[in-house]
């Protein structure tokens, strides 16, 4: 659906996305409507940033009451949903990790939609320290803590 903007509401194979941000991005659900995701949004910011969240729209004084009251995981109940529900660890158990036909370990990252190749590894821990390694790096890089 082009042109609709929501903060953390994205539209992705058929369903609505939402995600928050804090340290890391956390991902909140699929939704089957947008309305529903932008909502999901709105109260997970919210319950993570305080006065200080980046709504779509503003929290009812009831609804702002609620959330303040909710944890984390009591929010994530209520509203039916799994963090990182839908993500699947694969065989390694590590994440840009994976094991080639040649039984070398492929260390890779994907950027919107491109895929960076960090190295072909003789070992499973020298592949993850190499992710490691990258992840570090960018992450120092770009400034996020």
């Known amino acids: ?16 996305h939402a995600y928050v941000k804090k ?7 699929i939704f089957g409507s947008m309305l529903e995701a ?9 319950n993570l ?3 200080n969240a980046l709504l779509n729209y503003e929290l009812s004084e009831d609804e702002a009451i609620e959330v303040e009251r909710m944890d984390w995981n009591m929010l994530v109940e ?25 039984g070398k ?11 960076i190749q960090l190295g072909l590894f003789e070992a499973l821990d ?3 320290k190499a992710y490691d390694r990258w992840m570090k790096a960018t992450i120092s890089f770009f400034g996020y803590c």
């Open 1 to 16: 659906m082009p042109g609709l903007a929501f903060h953390g509401v994205h539209y992705k194979n058929q369903s609505w």
């Open 49 to 51: 940033h305080g006065t």
């Open 38 to 46: 932008i909502k999901a949004y709105d109260m997970a910011e919210y």
């Open 105 to 115: 370990w492929l260390a890779s990252y994907y950027y919107r939609g491109t895929v």
């Open 126 to 128: 020298v592949a993850v």
């Open 78 to 102: 209520k509203l039916g949903l799994t963090i990182q529900g839908r993500r699947k660890h694969q065989k390694t158990g590590y994440r840009g990790v994976r094991q080639v036909m040649s």
């Open 23 to 29: 340290d890391k991005i956390r991902y909140v659900g």
